[in-house]
């Protein structure tokens, strides 16, 4: 069955703590992506990565981090910098950046502060 | 900065009613176009695509759009909403100036009253 996984479906994460969310996908898409998800602000892009070993931040990736060193994964990790890290995280990805490129989503990871 | 309007917050419309949900967008070079819809629990589908030709493109579940490039405008249509089609409704624009990635509006809640 291909798609997109992520996971765990919810974390939680202590004052000071660094977590870290999977993002897999079986597509063999070239591109992959990290989204933030806040109640009535859409999705904002955090990091991209075109290819394995290269990635680019976008426009909040203050506080985050990632990782390219398989083409099927996308981790992301969120630091103890990210001063308010309760969001709705959306892995997507996608075949190549080229004028039809279209992205495909995973179900997300809800990441709550305790 | 290129961004991606969507008027309506929140809009409430009984069965069988018509809806249109509007999209605007700040650029003047060639975009590609997308509605993503994010069902209640689900992650985010791709509902339809424009990237070149005919403006008016058909989606999944009956929905359709039309480009319309003097108004930097990409509306999404339904002749007659379902209570199934009760979810989020987000624009989607890319553009050669966003370096391939996707800039998103910030949403359009669609409930529909049986």
């Known amino acids: 069955d291909g798609g997109i996984t992520q996971s765990p479906k919810y974390l939680f994460r202590k004052e000071g703590q660094n977590v870290t969310l999977s993002c897999e996908q079986n597509l063999n898409h070239d591109a992959m992506y990290w989204y933030r998800q806040d109640p009535g602000q859409g999705l904002r892009l955090i990091y991209y990565?075109?290819?394995?070993?290269?990635?680019q931040k976008g426009d909040i990736a203050e506080g985050y981090s990632v990782s390219r060193e398989k083409k099927e994964s996308f981790p992301l990790t969120v630091t103890s910098a990210q001063k308010n890290p309760t969001a709705f995280y959306l892995c997507?990805?996608?075949?190549?950046?080229?004028?039809?490129?279209?992205?495909?989503f995973g179900p997300g990871t809800r990441l709550l502060v305790l | 900065a290129q961004s991606v309007s969507q008027h309506n917050h929140h809009v409430i419309l009984s069965e069988a009613a018509s809806l249109e949900l509007g999209c605007n967008y700040s650029?003047?070079?060639?975009?590609?176009l997308f509605w993503y819809v994010q069902y209640p629990g689900q992650h985010l589908q791709l509902l339809l695509k424009?990237?070149?030709?005919?403006?008016l493109v058909k989606g999944i579940k009956g929905f359709e759009a039309e480009f319309i490039k003097s108004k930097f405008s990409f509306n999404l249509r339904k002749p007659s909403v379902q209570w199934s089609d009760t979810a989020e409704y987000f624009c989607?624009?890319?553009?050669?100036?966003?370096?391939?990635?996707?800039?998103f509006g910030k949403g359009t809640k669609l409930s529909v009253k049986p």
């Open positions: 989607a624009v890319k553009t050669a100036g966003s370096q391939g990635n996707l800039i």
């Open positions: 997507a990805s996608s075949r190549w950046q080229g004028p039809t490129e279209t992205q495909y």
């Open positions: 424009y990237f070149s030709g005919d403006p």
């Open positions: 990565s075109q290819i394995v070993n290269d990635f």
């Open positions: 650029y003047g070079g060639t975009v590609n």
